[in-house]
């Protein structure tokens, strides 16, 4: 059974930055794609940012210009730096990696914890 290990959450004042770092707990085959999504309570997770083998990334609308996602393709390892927090960015974080070719997969981390708080 693969999980996948995230790390990098924490309470951080408003303007203030973080990285977030996922990496599976053993070898893989390449992620076909890599996500980070979002859960704030009482709300549904969202996409927040996703980054295809080739390098194409995708973000939503309320953190372009701010969180920026990368991957190291030799360590299968993904990354979220997240710059200018705000307050409406406290959420649980949660890794996925997923390949649509063979062998397919769809792995989840167990999600950090960030906390934008003054």
């Known amino acids: 059974q693969v999980q996948l290990l995230e790390s990098g959450g924490g309470l951080v004042q408003p303007g203030g930055s973080l990285r977030l770092s996922c990496a599976p707990s053993?070898?893989?085959?390449?992620?076909?794609?890599m996500g980070w999504y979002r859960q704030a309570p009482g709300k549904q997770r969202e996409l927040v940012a996703t980054?295809?083998?080739?390098?194409?990334?995708g973000y939503v609308d309320s953190v372009k210009g701010r969180f920026t996602i990368s991957r190291d393709n030799a360590q299968n390892t993904v990354y979220l730096q997240m710059n200018s927090l705000k307050p409406e960015d406290t959420a649980v974080y949660y890794c996925?990696?997923?390949?649509?070719?063979?062998?397919?997969?769809?792995?989840w981390g167990q999600g950090t914890q960030v906390t934008v708080s003054s």
């Open positions: 980054i295809a083998r080739r390098g194409p990334t």
């Open positions: 996925n990696m997923k390949s649509r070719s063979t062998p397919e997969y769809d792995y």
């Open positions: 053993r070898t893989i085959f390449s992620p076909t794609a």
